[in-house]
C-alpha cells in the first residue's frame, strides 16, 4: 500500500459519530463532488466503514487506496476512476 500521508484531497467528508451505512452513504454523495481522478478523502469512527467503502468502490469502479488511523477515527481515501 503507497504512503496514504501524503495526499491532498480534492473534498473531505467528515462522518464521524455516524454509524453504518452513514459513512458509506456520505462517500457515494461526496463522490459526485470530486473530478474524474481526483481524491475524496472520508474520515470516519464506525470500523464497519473500513469494508464497506473498499467494498462499494470496486463494484462501482473507483479506487479504495485505503486508510490511515487518526486520533480515534480514519482517514479514508477514494480516487474517482469514471
Excluded: Q
Amino acid at each position: 500500500m503507497s504512503d496514504l500521508s501524503n495526499i491532498t484531497a480534492a473534498t473531505t467528508i467528515d462522518s464521524r459519530g455516524s454509524a453504518c451505512p452513514g459513512p458509506l452513504l456520505e462517500a457515494k454523495k461526496g463522490i459526485g463532488k470530486v473530478k474524474v481522478s481526483e481524491v475524496l478523502e472520508v474520515y470516519s469512527n464506525d470500523e464497519g466503514t473500513r469494508i464497506d467503502l473498499k467494498a462499494w468502490a470496486n463494484k462501482v469502479g473507483h479506487e479504495y487506496m485505503g486508510y490511515v488511523e487518526a486520533d480515534g477515527y480514519d482517514k479514508h481515501f477514494i480516487t474517482r476512476n469514471k
